[in-house]
């Protein structure tokens, strides 16, 4: 249960030493700097926000700006009589949820297509003879195959920038792919390869969702994200990983690894990674042989969730580290001499806080260390406000 602290002075009154460290055993406030470290919290979340919804901030912004906007007739008005065609949204077409074993003829106008949730198998060419302003197609819970893709069938669509297609028969990603393409979505198929160039000519894809399908460490050649030039998140989450992929794109800023099986991380991994900030391998096999010598001591790194793996101690981080997730792992005690960041020398009249280590949640349960939490944990981390143990 959650306490709150009235500080990290001497506790008043007849409360000993050993009480005043039970006071922090899962949360812990500082008075005098709560307004600082509200603030600090809240501009924080906002950045992590940014960050997330970057790319689909930018998409969207292309989506919907149009410098000339057509002049849309009644004549242009054509509508596949198994969909929809909302009269004040005319650049969409809503055919889900219809039963389709077949893509209708796309009208020219329309920008927005939603097929999910039906039983098409293939994807030819000559439904999207005229639909040469497509920015956007959901054909997630389809029956879809690579075997059914027509060659040229999306490459065709230049203007495309959103392209679902979970929940499909995928055993590899499709391609070719147009090169306007900003996010691709391929979550729960059953993809296993991915052909060499597959992502050479997609300079412009910020998201790559490959989670929850059947790749494996052969799946990837050291070129295989070559041509990712702008590539910010890649989910490969829920795969059957047991290395780190290589050659990662060096503008990826989220990574998520989680329920693999990955065993190591190779030495001086995330130097190809410079900018990564979030970094989840939640649910995998990391011992601490498998760690780099330095840890997680990357500067870039802001949010590390290393839950349910074989850890027996804390790793090093870096101080510039916010939110550390350690719990369900097999660590028996916490070494502050070891984990506690070092910092320059703060400058004359600087504030302790602005300068020092920057972490402000730890989640240490599901181990086997017993409370209370070292008093030196609390020095070196000033900052901290919340310990879950």
């Known amino acids: 249960m959650s306490q709150r602290s009235p500080g990290h002075d001497n506790p008043r009154g007849s409360e000993n030493k050993a009480n005043f460290r039970s006071r922090y055993r899962t949360q812990r406030y500082i008075p005098g700097q709560q307004g600082t470290i509200m603030a600090t ?12 919804d970057t790319a689909w901030t930018r998409s969207v912004r292309q989506v919907y700006e149009v410098n000339e906007p057509e002049d849309w007739t009644m004549h242009d008005f054509d509508c596949p009589r198994e969909c929809f065609c909302p009269p004040s949204f005319p650049t969409a077409l809503y055919c889900e949820n219809r039963g389709l074993k077949e893509i209708p003829a796309i ?38 195959t690579n075997y059914g893709i027509e060659k040229g069938a999306l490459s065709q669509l230049k203007k495309l920038l959103f392209l679902f297609l979970e929940d499909n028969e995928l055993e590899e990603v499709p391609s070719p792919l147009p090169r306007s393409l900003e996010q691709l979505q391929l979550a729960r198929n059953k993809v296993s390869r991915i052909p060499q160039g597959t992502f050479s000519n997609l300079e412009n894809l910020t998201l790559l969702d490959l989670q929850h399908n059947k790749l494996l460490d052969n799946a990837f050649q050291r070129d295989t994200f070559k041509g990712l030039k702008n590539l910010m998140q890649l989910n490969m989450a829920k795969n059957a990983l047991r290395n780190m992929p290589p050659r990662l794109p060096a503008n990826t800023m989220q990574l998520y690894l989680d329920n693999n099986s990955i065993e190591g991380i190779p030495e001086n991994y995330f130097n190809v990674i410079p900018k990564v900030a979030f970094l989840r391998l939640n649910h995998n096999k990391l011992s601490d042989a498998g760690l780099p010598s330095s840890g997680f001591n990357v500067s870039s790194i802001l949010d590390l969730q290393l839950s349910h793996n074989q850890l027996t101690k804390v790793p ?17 005690n916490v070494n502050v001499s070891v984990i506690c960041p070092t910092t320059t020398t703060l400058p004359a009249e600087q504030d302790i806080f602005s300068y020092g280590p920057h972490l402000r949640y730890l989640r240490l349960d599901g181990n086997e260390i017993k409370p209370p939490i070292p008093m030196d944990l609390m020095t070196c981390f000033r900052l901290l406000q919340a310990v879950v143990i």
């Open 316 to 332: 090093r981080i870096s101080a510039h580290l916010q939110h550390l997730h350690l719990d369900h792992n097999k660590i028996k």
């Open 41 to 52: 919290t809240i501009c924080f979340i906002i950045w992590v926000l940014f960050i997330t």
């Open 107 to 144: 009208p020219s106008r329309i920008w927005y297509l939603y097929l999910e949730n039906n039983l098409i198998e293939t994807i030819p060419e000559k439904p999207f003879e005229n639909a040469t302003q497509l920015r956007w197609i959901n054909l997630n819970k389809n029956k879809i």
